[in-house]
């Protein structure tokens, strides 16, 4: 659930330019012997990073 306070931080901050954005991002690594194996690990990410933002992004494992 969104507080009032981050619904407000959030308003200011997209009045800010955008530095990252991205539309449908994918990322497909080939795999097996003769690489004719695929292996789908990221599908369909859309973001935007507004100026002033800060945005991290962790795994599983925390890294």
Known sequence: ???RSELVLTEK??????IVQTFEL?????????LNQTVTT???CSLQVFQGETFGL?????A
């Not at 901050?13 to 955008?18: A, I």
């Not at 994918?26 to 003769?34: D, L, M, V």
């Open 1 to 3: 659930m969104i507080s």
């Open 13 to 18: 901050v997209q009045d800010q330019p955008v």
């Open 26 to 34: 994918q990322k497909i690594y080939r795999t097996g012997f003769w």
């Open 42 to 44: 990221l599908q369909n």
């Open 58 to 62: 962790l795994g599983p494992n925390g």
